[in-house]
């Protein structure tokens, strides 16, 4: 088991954009998709939530996201995601983050997206995404881009520990 540390908001990691992966069937990728997938599952035993990690969030500033979401997807990995089409219409929501587990913050996102992506066999592939997976896309590619779910706080207000959430917001 290849569990990574998890890197905490405040590392200037975070906010580096990540490189194009340029061989998806190498080993160093294979390693790197491991690593994900064991650190992901890690935290999620450990705090009971979690649905992806993006490489950056390890330390690995390469353009790959492993999820585990299980209501709709179609892949558990992605290689150089990219949103190709968003919808106009928004939605509004608490957003979480490994990097910051004990703080939401309300952003608001595309209702529906495209994003087209390789699999680790290099094959080009692509999801249509609707709500929940939308949001968690838009989070994750975000990642791989340097961006985070601070950064897209809807204003001032929208911010809360996750114990005062459960307390205010949760309905």
């Known amino acids: 088991?290849?569990?990574?540390?998890?890197?905490r908001l405040g590392n200037?990691?975070?906010w580096k954009v990540c490189e194009t992966i340029k061989s998806p069937d190498s080993?160093?990728?294979?390693?790197?998709?491991?690593?994900?997938?064991?650190?992901?599952?890690?935290?999620?035993?450990?705090n009971s939530f979690g649905r992806a990690i993006a490489a950056p969030q390890i330390g690995v500033l390469?353009?790959?996201i492993f999820i585990d979401f299980p209501k709709e997807i179609i892949s558990r990995l992605m290689i150089n995601?990219?949103?190709?089409?968003?919808?106009?219409?928004?939605?509004?929501?608490?957003?979480?983050?490994f990097s910051f587990p004990d703080l939401l913050v309300k952003v608001e996102r595309a209702k529906e997206i495209k994003v087209e992506y390789l699999s680790s066999d290099g094959e080009?592939?692509?999801?249509?995404?609707?709500?929940?997976?939308?949001?968690?896309?838009q989070h994750e590619i975000d990642h791989l881009d340097g961006i985070l779910a601070v950064?897209?706080?809807?204003?001032?207000?929208?911010?809360?520990?996750?114990?005062?959430w459960e307390k205010f917001w949760k309905n």
């Open 1 to 7: 088991m290849a569990v990574k540390e998890i890197l």
């Open 12 to 14: 200037p990691g975070l």
């Open 27 to 46: 080993a160093e990728t294979r390693q790197i998709i491991l690593d994900l997938k064991d650190t992901l599952e890690d935290f999620k035993e450990k």
């Open 62 to 64: 390469k353009r790959i």
């Open 81 to 97: 995601p990219k949103i190709v089409w968003r919808s106009l219409e928004k939605i509004q929501l608490w957003d979480d983050c």
């Open 124 to 137: 080009n592939c692509s999801v249509s995404a609707k709500g929940d997976l939308s949001e968690l896309l």
């Open 151 to 164: 950064q897209r706080a809807i204003d001032g207000k929208s911010f809360a520990f996750r114990n005062e």
